[in-house]
């Protein structure tokens, strides 16, 4: 007589693990980020208060306030990781005000700029996001006074863009249309313009 065993898999019970002690993908690059700049500059035999110290100031310099890193928004984060770059690849003692408000600055335009190119991507239903760099140059040009290249704006004026490009998007939607669909024609020239 055979006798076939059969196993049964239990279910597996997941830890629970308080949302406090979860770690996001960003404290994981902002940790290696630390480890590699402490490496680099030599920071490495340090002691631990002295680098907490450190990651305080900058924390500081860059918020006002100390923030905890678990708690950054992600402009912040963007601002934090651009801050970091810096201080990887000019060292440690280039940190002074005006780096940080290049930090600051230079962070927010790369959030922005993101956001601009994808606007929209929030948006449920909607297929096609963002709007073609024709369009989006029109409209900078139209609102910041001539300025067809939108890449160059400051983080103000990007913030200003993304608003307006992401609402456009949206009525687009509402209308059953995209903003992608004339992108196959002509730029306006003195040829064709209609005035």
């Not at 500059?41 to 450190?54: F, G, H, M, N, V």
């Not at 905890?68 to 440690?92: C, H």
């Not at 900078?140 to 998007?169: C, E, M, P």
Request: hydrophobic share 35%.
């Amino acid at each position: 007589m055979e006798i076939l065993c059969k196993t049964v898999n239990k279910p597996l019970r997941r830890r629970f693990i308080p949302k406090n002690k979860r770690t996001t993908p960003q404290l994981g690059k902002y940790t290696f980020l630390w480890d590699k700049i402490f490496k680099k500059w030599l920071w490495e035999t340090k002691p631990e208060s002295e680098k907490k110290r450190l990651r305080h100031s900058i924390n500081e310099d860059l918020f006002g306030t100390y923030t905890k890193p678990s708690l950054l928004t992600n402009e912040q984060w963007s601002v934090m990781f651009y801050a970091l770059e810096i201080l990887y690849n000019d060292g440690i003692l280039v940190w002074t005000d005006k780096v940080a408000d290049l930090a600051r600055e230079e962070g927010l335009r790369r959030i922005y700029t993101w956001w601009i190119e994808h606007a929209g991507l929030d948006v449920e239903g909607i297929t096609e996001y963002g709007a073609p760099e024709y369009y989006i140059s029109a409209i900078a040009r139209d609102r910041f006074g001539g300025i067809s290249d939108w890449h160059t704006l400051n983080s103000y004026r990007l913030w200003q863009l993304f608003i307006t490009i992401k609402n456009r998007v949206k009525a687009a939607k509402k209308r059953g249309v995209s903003l992608w669909h004339a992108a196959d024609a002509k730029p306006e020239t003195s040829d064709n313009c209609p005035f």
